[in-house]
């Protein structure tokens, strides 16, 4: 960035931000062009003051849908609508809705890390957690479609944390290499160049508090969070040690992340 200077550097970033962004959201842009105003206004309602039975999001998520970095909340600024539906129906799933899952079987069993239990028992498409399944429970399908059309439509801006090289390095590794003699696929692959999120189903790493990345692989590791099609994300939480975890918050906590909605 100290390279490119003045004023024709800085139009240039915005220039090559913008260019970036249309790539990324590709053919699925979110609803920012054609704002259902109606759904906007009564999501922001919901938002800010809460209803009896739901706790107002800003209380935990930020006034603008920032997330809060201190504690690891998430940021839904600017996450696709169709995600943010989906992970509201899934914290609001049944956990007595028990399903046996068997773990995958491992191709290598010598080249199998850890981690694998015998036998997990939960429930598919569940997100379990104590703050957002009752507030999941308690949200119509209209709240929840009015709350997505808010949230997805909200800017956000994050710049990236220094960390240390090591770390830098090792995430880069995992996110841009992954694991092929795990055959565990990189990051990227999924989840796009630096984390920047695909379309409706790869959501951004890049902008996410670093506790939350690694609550969610933990989550993920317990079962706690079985939600993900074709357990994609699950396949890879399970080839992640200790060590990786902290290495890939701080790689995309290291990255700048923007969602424009101008
Ligand atoms: C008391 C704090 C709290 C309140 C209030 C709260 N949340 Fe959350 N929310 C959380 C936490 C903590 C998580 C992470 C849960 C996990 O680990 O799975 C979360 C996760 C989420 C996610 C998943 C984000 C992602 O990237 O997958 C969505 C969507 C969400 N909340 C929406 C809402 C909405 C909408 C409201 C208001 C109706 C709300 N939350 C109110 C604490 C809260
Ligand atoms: C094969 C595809 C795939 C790969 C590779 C992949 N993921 Fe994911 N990941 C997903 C999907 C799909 C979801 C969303 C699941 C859902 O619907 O809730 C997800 C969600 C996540 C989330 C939760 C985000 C949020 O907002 O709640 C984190 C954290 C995450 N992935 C981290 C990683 C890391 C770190 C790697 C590399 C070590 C990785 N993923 C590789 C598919 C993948």
Known sequence: MNMINGRSGHRLMLALTALTSLLIAGCDLPASKAIDQA??????????NGREGVIACTACHGANGEGNWDT???????????????????????????????????RDYVKTPRIYKDLTIYSPGIRTDAMMND????????????????????????????????SLERGLDLAQRGKPEYMMPRCDACHAAKGQGFGALFPPLAGQPPQYIISQINKWQSGERNNDNL????NVAT????????????????????????
């Open 231 to 234: 357990s994609m994300m699950k």
């Open 135 to 166: 507030i999941g429970a308690a949200l119509t399908a209209e709240e929840k479609n009015n709350l997505a059309v808010y949230y997805s439509n909200l800017a956000f801006e994050t710049s990236p944390i220094p960390a240390d090289f090591q």
């Open 239 to 262: 080839q992640l040690t200790a060590g990786d975890k902290i290495n890939i918050a701080k790689y995309y906590a290291n990255q700048s992340y923007r969602v424009n909605m101008e």
């Open 72 to 106: 690891g909340f998430p940021r839904l600024a600017g996450l696709h609508p169709t995600y943010l539906v989906k992970q509201l129906n899934d914290f609001a799933g049944d956990p007595l809705d028990i399903g046996v899952d068997l773990e995958p079987i491992a």
């Open 39 to 48: 759904a906007f206004d009564a999501g922001e309602q919901l938002a800010i």
